[in-house]
């Protein structure tokens, strides 16, 4: 009878130990997906759940998503708020874009991806001013060669990959959590944001300071962004996020 009884302890603890290993994996797993998105401005409201030219459209109530978490940095507050289903939708539409804005010689460049997202016309209806539009900023001396089919590229365009979509997700205000602690500096940075001149006559030589300004921020090694400065990328680029805002709902 003792014989039984210890085998049936020693079964008991098996699954004890069992169990508590997968909830810790399970734990890990959830830490290590989790992915924020910011709060604040209609950067949540803004992303409707229609879908990108692959992807099909995710239905259902996507505040299921949400869970509040106040961060302080400094004597500032941010208040983030977890969409991991948005943040992965628009993910997918980042990696459609890099397929389908690729040339005849397999190479994709910033102006046609952030074409293709949906940043750049502030009314989709008017087609020709749009193409003129395309054309000038294909053009310009700030359309970077973001990936390429070659070989040779592929280890030095990872990190503009990466930092594009950082500075994407900025623009709309969703932050993405992010490994290391290799954090832009404030002042580069501001130094860059400072370039863009919402005083001009033409709003087209607006978006070529922008296109500047990205161009500079993507073509280094990947790096972070805190809240902070997702929020001062977010506002010097509030008319890209209004854009994409605007076609989204057509």
Do not use: W
Request: proline letters at 1%; hydrophobic letters at 35%; glycine letters at 4%.
């Amino acid at each position: 009878m003792k014989q039984v009884s210890d085998d049936a302890m020693q079964k008991l603890q098996a699954f004890q130990n069992e169990h508590k290993q997968l909830l810790e994996k399970t734990q890990y797993l959830l830490d290590n997906s989790q992915i924020r998105s910011r709060s604040g401005s209609r950067g949540n409201d803004s992303m409707s759940d229609k879908n990108s030219f692959f992807t099909q459209q995710v239905k259902g109530d996507r505040n299921r998503f949400f869970s509040p978490n106040i961060k302080e940095t400094g004597s500032e507050r941010f208040e983030s708020k977890t969409d991991a289903g948005l943040i992965r939708q628009f993910h997918q539409e980042y990696q459609d874009a890099l397929v389908m804005s690729k040339n005849l010689a397999g190479e994709s460049y910033l102006v046609d991806i952030i074409e293709r997202l949906n940043f750049l016309y502030a009314d989709v209806s008017l087609k020709e001013k749009n193409r003129q539009l395309y054309a000038f900023l294909e053009k310009s001396k700030q359309n970077l060669l973001v990936k390429s089919d070659l070989e040779k590229f592929t280890n030095d365009q990872d990190d503009i990959v990466k930092n594009l979509f950082k500075i994407c997700c900025a623009i709309l205000n969703m932050s993405v959590q992010q490994r290391g602690t290799n954090f832009l500096d404030d002042k580069l940075l501001q130094t860059y944001l400072d370039g863009i001149n919402y005083h001009r006559d033409d709003p087209e030589l607006v978006l070529i300071d922008q296109l500047a300004t990205i161009k500079s921020l993507i073509n280094r090694k990947s790096y972070s962004l805190t809240d902070k400065q997702i929020k001062m990328i977010h506002d010097k680029f509030r008319n890209m996020f209004d854009n994409r805002e605007r076609a989204q709902y057509l």
